[in-house]
């Protein structure tokens, strides 16, 4: 980054965790300078276990964004960046991985599918889409609020009443999803738009990352941080805390921290 000012702390984790061959997750993470500032990108797929070859489907995913994210900073000349026009070029890009994804499925004979969460931070706004079960979420030293809704069975029994939060943690039900990429013809992904509050921390996370661990653990690794080094520290802590307390799946993160000024 040029400049003695930082907006964003960007650092990111990937593990293939303590049973599985291989890691089915994919992130990306990246910053960039441009006329309207800093603006910070990340996106986390986590490929279907369940299905075949689900890192062919997250790896499609995660490309067909960062081609965006590398033609959107080319062409971004001056602000404001318009949640409309966000809404728009997303559900495209989940439109044409979605395509690749079943065109490759049906001349291979296999099936596959991916989750999703993409954030772009501007020091001023973020703007984020969500289909599946990997989530984001917005921590401060005082608190952490998720900002991505699950398409599970699990949360649209939440949704009725019929589970609290915290039974749909436990529940036997809680990996069948109601949406993905890459199995049906038609794909909805969910977009949410908000302030970014400075000296916030956001992170994406697949669903590996967050069954054994606490939300007071989460704030307090995270919010004690400020340099790069040690948040990818902390952030390796918490992964190692999430295998030793024997979680199977594959474990991915990615914080953003957003800088006082």
Known sequence: MGGGEVDFIVSAVTDVGICKKINQDRIFAE?????YGTLAFAVICDGMGGLEKGEIA??????TFSGWFENFVRELWAPPIADCTIRKQWTAVVEQANARILEYSIGNGCKMGTTATAMLLTKERYYLMNIG?????EVISYGIRQLTVDHTLVQQE?????????QAESAPMNHVLTRCIGVEAEVYPDLFFGD????????LCSDGFRHRITEAEIIGQLCNSNTYPDMENRLEALTALCKQRGETDNISVIAVQCMDD
């Open 31 to 35: 910053q960039a300078e441009t006329p």
């Open 58 to 63: 997250s790896s499609t995913l995660v490309q």
């Open 133 to 137: 079960d990997t989530r984001a979420y």
């Open 158 to 166: 939440v949704d009725k009443g019929n589970l609290t939060k915290e």
């Open 196 to 203: 970014t509050k400075k000296g916030a921390i956001y992170f």
